[in-house]
DNA sequence: TATTGACTTGGAGCTAACTCTAAGTGATAA
DNA sequence: TTATCACTTAGAGTTAGCTCCAAGTCAATA
């Protein structure tokens, strides 16, 4: 697969993905013999694994350490456990927050639409 | 309200909070005689309010135009609730992602448990 | 009265995560 | 064989959202 396959497949510009494979986010990805990226299976698990987890709003930092602790093998799985708890524990409260925050936009949306349909007349709105 | 008391109530910096007001992200705080924010409650719920949509990740510039359409009244009620809309699906989106990741992670944490206590030897990982 | 310490301002500086540029290579179409 | 086009690299530039700095003011304390 070229990097524009990869592009398209998982919505990651070029240069992104190239990034990744310069910071190490990814493993280095095989060539052909004229020097050009030809992604296999593999390359694409990592991309799609990482995508997921950015998306999601993990730091590159992060991922870059849980890679480097991958690579070590079985002796870093307390330490990789440990930082995947730590994300995910980032990542209850980012929900928390944005369920708190969903609540709020659904009462004022309501209230907008209250105000538009004219069910109600009085209206004096905080923030 | 003093901008330290205010600082700590929402766990915001006083750059933070001056940077705000600055941006207009909450309306001109009151000052005394000699030229000190005094906060008072309209002030602290606008705070609270922007803190909120910060926190679920709603970008400051949209934060700056609903804050413009809200000063400008009730004429601009649909206008404010089509951007709300707008956010919501955004957040709807994020809560998705996150709900993906955290299934992963939850998964990974899971193995690697499984892995520290003995329960599972083999041990062929995929990112 | 001198000093401390919290505040004020405008504006410069910083970090994360891309995003773009320039200069170059190699395979294919005209 | 010339031109086109997708790719390569290293490294510079951009954006959002703060964060810090310098110089100054003011009220309260030693």
Redesign the interface.
Known sequence: MTIAEVSKKYNLTQDTIRYYEKEGLIPRVPRTESGIRNFDENSC??I???K??R????EIEVLKEYVRL?WQG?NT??E??QL??K??NK??E??K??????E???Y??NL??E??KGIRKD?T???
Do not use: H, S
Request: one cysteine or more.
């Open positions: 698990n990592w799609e694994f990482i997921c987890m998306d999601a709003g993990l991958f079985k799985v307390t990789r456990k995947l708890e994300q995910r990542l209850l980012k929900q927050n944005i369920n708190e925050t969903l709020r936009l659904n004022k949306i907008y639409d105000i538009e209206f709105e905080k923030p």
